[in-house]
């Protein structure tokens, strides 16, 4: 999963997140998460083209002051 991680950070663009549908779907009920199906992407080493969703929202937690 490693490789796969970075063929997405790879193809991502400038201050953009990618996540595999395991990640997405891992994380999917997170509260103040969210993330959008982009086209499938062509990734070396994969035989399949493979779904990615990019994050569009999340909460950070403050920092304590």
Do not use: M
């Not at 991680?5 to 595999?20: E, F, H, S, V």
């Not at 549908?21 to 994969?46: C, H, M, N, S, Y």
């Amino acid at each position: 999963h490693v490789n796969q991680a970075a063929r997405l950070c790879a193809q991502a663009g400038p201050g953009q997140i990618l996540l595999t549908e395991t990640v997405w779907l891992a994380v999917a009920d997170v509260p103040d998460f969210a993330a959008q199906a982009l086209a499938p992407i062509i990734v070396k080493g994969k035989s399949e083209p493979v779904t990615v969703y990019e994050v569009r929202a999340t909460t950070r937690p403050r920092a304590a002051a």
